[in-house]
């Protein structure tokens, strides 16, 4: 492991591999441990491999290859700018017997100190560091969803339980003068039992068995679909848990629902079963009310799991179509840093800023590409961002939450990002360490320091009397579910080339009228031809981006679709199946009121009704629960508040239209009984 020594600078050129790196690039080498290995311009000597299986469990979505000691450089005090860049996680492990209440305490403390050191840094004043246990930090992000999909799947496992008991009390209904036979021939009843609770177990099994195959091929396809980033997703297989929860339900299931049969099956009255000619109108009365009563529990558990599947596909749509403040399509981002080390530090200014010119201007002579233009802190989405504080004339000087995160950016930066201008202009070019200090910020602060007076032309103080020129659009720099923060712009060549320290860094943005592999690489190119960093260049999409930062809301909202979907069909055939044995069961009585002189139309009419009466019981239900539901969704729906009730009509509306549907042919089939035949059987 690493040593105290190796935490100073000029001993920290030593490396730890991952177990992965050491097998994939060096054939698990045991001789590996001393080796000298070149990392860009470094040289570092390997001093240990980790052991298999283990992870950095923070940080980057991509596994970590290799660890090196964190040793403070004198840039990472921000130059002395003022500003704010935090970029580092802080993991420790609590002594036996401390609590995390302890930890925080303690990490006060030593915040009050660090304040007290830096009276001038205000940002801790306000936002204190939070200890937090590793577990949360993991799994925090997704465990909210992850419970709700549980919840999901529970849903679709309550309404197959509700509609196979419904199946099976129907088919042991339907069996009752079979099994009236078999006792009067002399079977035990406490055999009939046995064996229908055999049956229905047998019935079970054989659908696990099948549901297992199915899920080998189906966790497969899950697994390709999961958000990037997910704990432990490689982890996600078919193992013992798994199987013996599966085979687990499936002995619940066929035993508990096929008792009720069996006990129904093993009271029934043989003689008058038999002397009935097979009818079981009287006798399944009983039934029939538990019959109903079960399709509309059904129907409401549908109803709520509905209601929440429209919840969650509403709340992407909405994500997807969330206003960011710019336009992300066909826009790119190349990150450039250029050392300018061995340019004498008066004349780094001038070359750094012919530097940048010649940059754009190669980059938008590619064919292909609309415009370019550059900025220092942080692509639009790709979250790096550094926070300030400015004095502001009838507000003060801005501290906490409300620090201005600043960005450097070239005068054409809001045409090629695509951000609207509120009022004011652009910068115009000319804006040197030397000219007037100018800016421009997003409505965002303007709301938040100006009230309702315009800023443009107002005076702030920001390492000097500094101009508002324009006020531009808020960007949800972040992504779309994050709160907008109060930025201002600030000229290139004012700022971020001004206060040079030896290199140039920042982000070629890039807008392509017709993006393609080869417009693509000729950009990779152009910006690989002129940086010296020895890092390798990417282009990285900004739609890209955006589909990663919302992976998690288009994986839940596409499984509960799967979810909802699953339980209407369940439902469908729930209702068929009741519709379809009620209509068989009623033959007779359906027979003598034809030949009474009921019509055809009033048959049908009469049997939709008997299935819409308790479709509007289990929907209003339904959608009492799916209301009480809802209330648990509020954090993690977006943009759905006051749409809840068109929500509910359309989930209402779509049952009530699937279920009459799949009712319709059996009260087809019931108004077209012929009478003649039902009373000679």
């Given at each position: 492991a690493f040593t105290a020594d190796n935490e100073r600078t000029g001993a920290d050129q030593v490396v730890i591999l991952s177990h992965d790196l050491w097998i994939r690039r060096f054939n698990a080498d045991p001789d590996i441990v001393g080796r000298p290995l070149t990392f860009g311009k470094d040289t570092r000597v390997v001093v240990g491999v980790m052991p298999d299986g283990f992870t950095y469990p923070i940080g980057p979505e991509v596994a970590t290859s290799a660890y090196i000691p964190h040793v403070p450089r004198a840039n990472d005090r921000d130059h002395g700018f003022g500003g704010r860049s935090y970029y580092l996680d802080v993991v420790g492990r609590l002594r036996a017997g401390a609590t995390l209440a302890q930890a925080q305490e303690q990490v006060a403390r030593a915040t009050d100190a660090v304040i007290a050191a830096h009276?001038?840094?205000?940002?801790?004043?306000?936002?204190?560091?939070?200890?937090?246990?590793l577990h949360e930090r993991v799994v925090g992000p997704s465990q909210r969803w992850l419970v709700l999909l549980l919840g999901a799947v529970g849903f679709v496992l309550l309404i197959a339980y509700v509609n196979v008991a419904n199946l099976l009390l129907a088919r042991a209904t339907a069996r009752s003068r079979e099994l009236a036979v078999r006792t009067a021939l002399g079977a035990a009843r406490s055999r009939v039992a046995r064996?229908?609770?055999?049956?229905?177990?047998?019935?079970?099994?054989?659908?696990?068995?099948?549901?297992?195959?199915?899920?080998?091929?189906?966790?497969?396809?899950?697994?390709?679909?999961?958000?990037?980033?997910?704990?432990?997703?490689?982890?996600?297989?078919?193992?013992?848990?798994?199987?013996?929860?599966?085979?687990?339900?499936?002995?619940?299931?066929?035993?508990?629902?096929?008792?009720?049969?069996?006990?129904?099956?093993?009271?029934?009255?043989?003689?008058?079963?038999?002397?009935?000619?097979?009818?079981?109108?009287?006798?399944?009365?009983?039934?029939?009310?538990?019959?109903?009563?079960?399709?509309?529990?059904?129907?409401?558990?549908?109803?709520?799991?509905?209601?929440?599947?429209s919840?969650?596909?509403?709340?992407?749509?909405?994500?997807?179509?969330?206003?960011?403040?710019?336009?992300?399509?066909?826009?790119?981002?190349?990150?450039?840093?250029?050392?300018?080390?061995?340019?004498?530090?008066?004349?780094?200014?001038?070359?750094?800023?012919?530097?940048?010119?010649?940059?754009?201007?190669?980059?938008t002579a590619i064919p292909g590409v609309a415009g370019a233009a550059f900025v220092n802190g942080g692509l639009p989405l790709f979250g790096a961002q550094a926070s300030y504080s400015i004095?502001?004339?009838?507000?003060?000087?801005?501290?906490?939450?409300?620090m201005i995160v600043m960005r450097s950016v070239t005068r054409n930066y809001f045409d090629v990002a695509g951000v609207p201008f509120v009022s004011g202009r652009t910068f115009?070019?000319?804006?040197?360490?030397?000219?007037?200090?100018?800016?421009?910020?997003?409505?965002?602060?303007?709301?938040?320091?100006?009230?309702?007076?315009?800023?443009?032309?107002?005076?702030?103080?920001?390492?000097g009397p500094t101009t508002i020129v324009g006020v531009v659009k808020s960007v949800r720099m972040s992504g779309p579910e994050t709160s907008l923060r109060p930025e201002m712009y600030v000229p290139l060549l004012q700022e971020a080339i001004g206060r040079l320290d030896g290199s140039i860094t920042g982000d070629v943005v890039v807008r392509v009228a017709s993006p393609s592999p080869a417009t693509l690489t000729a950009i990779q190119t152009a910006v690989a031809g002129q940086v010296n960093s020895g890092r390798p260049t990417t282009v990285r999409s900004v739609d890209d981006r955006f589909r990663e930062l919302t992976a998690d809301r288009r994986f839940n909202a596409g499984l509960m679709a799967l979810f909802g979907a699953l339980a209407l069909v369940i439902a469908a055939l729930g209702v068929?199946?009741?519709?379809s044995?009620?209509?068989?069961?009623?033959?007779?009585?359906?027979?003598l009121r034809i030949a009474l002189g009921a019509t055809t139309q009033r048959i049908f009419t009469s049997v939709l009704t008997?299935?819409?009466?308790?479709?509007?019981?289990?929907?209003?239900?339904?959608?009492?629960?799916?209301?009480?539901?809802?209330?648990?969704?509020?954090?993690?729906?977006?943009?759905?508040?006051?749409?809840?009730?068109?929500?509910?009509?359309?989930?209402?509306?779509?049952?009530?239209?699937?279920?009459?549907?799949?009712?319709?042919?059996?009260?087809r089939r019931a108004s077209r009984v012929d009478p003649l035949i039902v009373l000679r059987e």
């Open positions: 009276p001038t840094q205000t940002f801790w004043k306000d936002s204190r560091p939070l200890v937090t246990t064996m229908l609770v055999l049956e229905s177990l047998m019935l079970s099994l054989g659908a696990a068995l099948l549901g297992i195959l199915l899920s080998i091929g189906g966790i497969a396809m899950a697994k390709a679909s999961l958000p990037a980033g997910l704990a432990r997703a490689a982890t996600i297989a078919l193992d013992l848990r798994v199987l013996g929860f599966a085979i687990g339900v499936a002995v619940v299931t066929g035993v508990v629902f096929g008792v009720v049969p069996a006990w129904y099956g093993s009271r029934a009255d043989v003689i008058s079963i038999l002397k009935d000619g097979g009818s079981s109108v009287g006798a399944g009365r009983g039934r029939a009310r538990w019959q109903r009563l079960l399709l509309v529990a059904e129907l409401a558990f549908v109803v709520t799991l509905l209601t929440a599947t919840l969650f596909v509403m709340s992407f749509i909405n994500v997807v179509r969330a206003d960011l403040g710019f336009s992300r399509g066909n826009l790119y981002g190349v990150s450039v840093s250029r050392s300018l080390s061995a340019i004498a530090e008066p004349d780094r200014t001038d070359v750094a800023a012919a530097f940048t010119t010649e940059l754009l201007e190669r980059v004095e502001i004339p009838g507000y003060g000087q801005t501290t906490g939450a409300d115009d070019g000319g804006e040197r360490t030397d000219t007037p200090h100018v800016m421009i910020i997003n409505d965002e602060a303007a709301r938040r320091f100006f009230g309702g007076r315009n800023p443009v032309g107002e005076v702030v103080r920001f390492r068929y199946g009741l519709t044995f009620l209509v068989a069961q009623q033959s007779r009585p359906i027979g008997d299935t819409g009466r308790l479709l509007a019981i289990g929907v209003l239900l339904g959608l009492f629960g799916a209301w009480a539901m809802s209330r648990l969704f509020a954090s993690v729906v977006f943009g759905v508040e006051g749409r809840e009730g068109w929500l509910y009509a359309t989930v209402a509306l779509t049952l009530g239209i699937v279920c009459l549907l799949a009712a319709w042919l059996p009260a």
